[in-house]
């Protein structure tokens, strides 16, 4: 298991004999609380998903959520994910946002910012602050320290985000105009 993402790696798991493949599979499912899938499924899952050329994204469903392959690692991911909600943050926030699995603080944002860049300003004093999900992959947004902008969909894939992660991640609007990716 990659201990950055969770996935099962792939290229690891096709070295290993048939019978240990299996046990390591099990085992993946078990570790993400689902039931004990059978042997055809866990044959299913290596032949179907894992194996499945590069340039793809397959997907398995089963009652234990969805089987899918992403940049060489083998995912299990929720069946129904809560889809969150866009909400408008009042005048009073404090520089904090409530997301669906975190506090979002402001002015904390510098330390997790990639590449040393800067972060995104404190809005101003009447400025509506909202955090809005599933934008459309064609929004067009200017990364800070470049000088062209990008599409939301290159924008992802230039830091490997996984598809069914992407409806789920935030983005801070200062009245109308985009702000950051949280």
């Not at 409530?98 to 506090?103: F, H, V």
């Not at 929004?139 to 992407?166: A, C």
Request: a positive charge; hydrophobic letters at 40%; glycine letters at 8%.
């Amino acid at each position: 298991v990659n201990p950055a993402t969770g996935g099962l790696i792939i290229e690891r798991l096709s070295a290993l004999s048939p019978v240990r493949r299996r046990n390591a599979l099990r085992w993946f499912y078990f570790r993400k609380g689902s039931a004990a899938p059978s042997f055809s499924f866990l044959q299913t899952v290596f032949d179907e998903v894992a194996l499945a050329g590069a340039d793809r994204t397959p997907e398995l469903r089963w009652e234990g959520g969805i089987a899918v392959r992403y940049m060489g690692e083998l995912y299990n991911i929720s069946s129904c994910p809560a889809e969150p909600q866009d909400f408008t943050a009042g005048k009073d926030f404090e520089k904090r946002i409530a997301l669906p699995d975190r506090t979002l603080v402001i002015s904390d944002l510098r330390d997790r910012m990639p590449h040393g860049s800067v972060a995104a300003r404190s809005p101003n004093p009447g400025e509506k602050v909202s955090v809005r999900f599933a934008l459309p992959g064609s929004l067009v947004l200017q990364p800070s320290g470049r000088k062209h902008s990008r599409s939301l969909k290159k924008i992802w894939g230039e830091y490997s985000v996984p598809v069914w992660r992407r409806r789920s991640i935030p983005v801070v609007f200062y009245n109308d105009s985009p702000v950051m990716l949280a």
